[in-house]
């Protein structure tokens, strides 16, 4: 499934700059409101922010313990 296609005035557009140590720009994500959740998973995963993501169609027995 891929991201949304963006359209201006529909919703909000969120945008994320990732920039190293010397504030050269790694990377840039432009996506709708409804894609920002996705993005948010792969920039965990990608640079190890360290974030605990509960995803609502896997539950296990200590989700209430998060």
Same mark, same amino acid.
């Given at each position: 499934m891929s991201?949304?296609?963006?359209q201006m005035?529909?919703?909000? =557009?969120?945008?994320?700059? @990732?920039?190293?140590? /010397?504030?050269?720009? =790694?990377e840039?994500?432009? @996506?709708?409101?409804? /894609?920002?959740?996705?993005v948010v998973k792969i920039l965990n995963k990608k640079f190890g922010l360290g974030m605990i993501i509960i995803d609502k169609k896997r539950k296990t027995d200590l989700d209430w313990a998060i």
């Open positions: 991201f949304s296609r963006i005035g529909e919703e909000e =557009l969120f945008e994320v700059s @990732v920039k190293d140590l /010397d504030g050269k720009k =790694l840039n994500w432009r @996506v709708m409101k409804r /894609d920002f959740p996705r």
